[in-house]
């Protein structure tokens, strides 16, 4: 079993920076695909971004709208993966949610709240 278990969440002036953890169980981390997602007020859950290890390095994706904002990255050896966010704007208030993902199953930790406001 994996246990997921996010940490970072806050309230932040716009403009401002916050980066979130999410600490993993297991033993299979190194070999996950790792996901960021959110989900606002009345809104659907959403893509923010992913990260996964390929024989040349890793590759990362982002959703257009934290595209060039925020960026994603893990650490294999503390099996964690983070999310640096910049430059953070009152639409990006969301629930935070970490995913991990292998071919034969997947988890979702608890979120952590962050809040974008004067």
């Known amino acids: 079993q994996v246990h997921l278990v996010e940490s970072g969440g806050g309230l932040v002036q716009p403009g401002g920076s916050l980066r979130l953890s999410c600490a993993a169980s297991g033993s299979i981390f190194s070999l996950s695909f790792m996901g960021w997602y959110r989900q606002a007020p009345g809104k659907q859950r959403e893509l923010v971004a992913t990260?996964?290890?390929?024989?040349?390095?890793?590759?990362?994706n982002y959703a257009d709208s934290v595209k060039g904002r925020f960026s994603i990255s893990r650490d294999n050896a503390k099996n964690k993966v983070y999310l640096q966010m910049n430059r953070l704007r009152p639409e990006d208030t969301a629930v935070y949610y970490c995913?991990?993902?292998?071919?034969?199953?997947?988890?979702w930790g608890q979120g952590t709240q962050v809040t974008v406001s004067s």
């Open positions: 995913r991990l993902a292998t071919p034969t199953f997947q988890s």
């Open positions: 990260i996964s290890s390929v024989s040349s390095g890793t590759t990362t």
